[in-house]
């Protein structure tokens, strides 16, 4: 079985800073990796996955993640943010042989961006 | 065309009555997905649908019985629904089980009164 903990309920942070949404995960086997958004009253939009490779993953919107093996992390970072990227964040994990649906997902980050 | 689409995009029902949400999906995906998220809570799996047959069902009660006609269209019919049924209700695919990635449509936001 996995699990996946996002540290932070929330985040506040000022438009065009930098942020990092905090992800870290158990998994007794090998594991793909996904961070989702969620804009209010909408469904989820993938951010970005880790299948293998590089460690260093981009994504849409200007959002990047590293995946850190020893750390079991995944954390979630973006150099600048704007107004729109106010939103609901998720990370999950899947299990290499598990299915698509078996998706685990953490209790989400809210990342409130003000002026 | 890359979306999964749900209607209605809001619904209100009562106890008593019966309704459907409609899921649809045109990229050739043999794998479909309920799942229901409440409030500030991540999205909880309900159903599995693989090539048209129901794969998984993560004991959810028979208020709710999902139906897949084809391989482009996923139903969820209600019925006799409880106020803590009130929920956004997110479809999903995937190309099939075994996919790395599932696509999630916009979700239908019910609420029972």
């Known amino acids: ?115 | 065309d890359t979306e999964v689409t749900q209607t209605p995009k809001h619904l209100v029902m009562g106890m008593t009555n019966k309704k459907s949400l409609k899921c649809e999906q045109h990229m050739g995906h043999r794998a479909m997905y309920w799942y229901k998220q409440k409030a500030k809570k991540p999205p909880e799996l309900m159903f599995v649908y693989s090539y048209e047959k129901l794969s998984i069902n993560e004991s959810v009660p028979s208020r709710f019985s999902p139906e897949c006609p084809n391989s482009s269209l996923l139903n969820l019919h209600l019925h006799a629904l409880q106020p803590e049924d009130s929920a956004l209700y997110l479809c999903a695919s995937s190309q099939d089980e075994l996919a790395t990635e599932a696509f999630f449509g916009q979700g239908t936001r019910l609420t029972v009164v």
């Open chain 1, 1 to 115: 079985a996995q699990s996946v903990t996002q540290l932070d309920s929330q985040v506040p942070v000022f438009e065009e800073a930098p942020v990092e949404l905090r992800c870290n995960y158990s998994s007794s086997v090998s594991v793909y990796l996904f961070w989702y958004v969620q804009y209010p009253n909408q469904g989820l939009q993938l951010l970005l996955k880790y299948l293998s490779g590089s460690t260093l993953v981009k994504g849409i919107n200007g959002f990047e993640a590293e995946f850190n093996k020893s750390q079991t992390s995944f954390h979630l970072r973006k150099p600048s943010v704007h107004i729109s990227d106010t939103a609901e964040y998720f990370c999950a994990v899947r299990a290499l042989r598990g299915t698509a649906s078996k998706l685990t997902f953490g209790t989400g980050t809210r990342l409130q961006v003000t002026l």
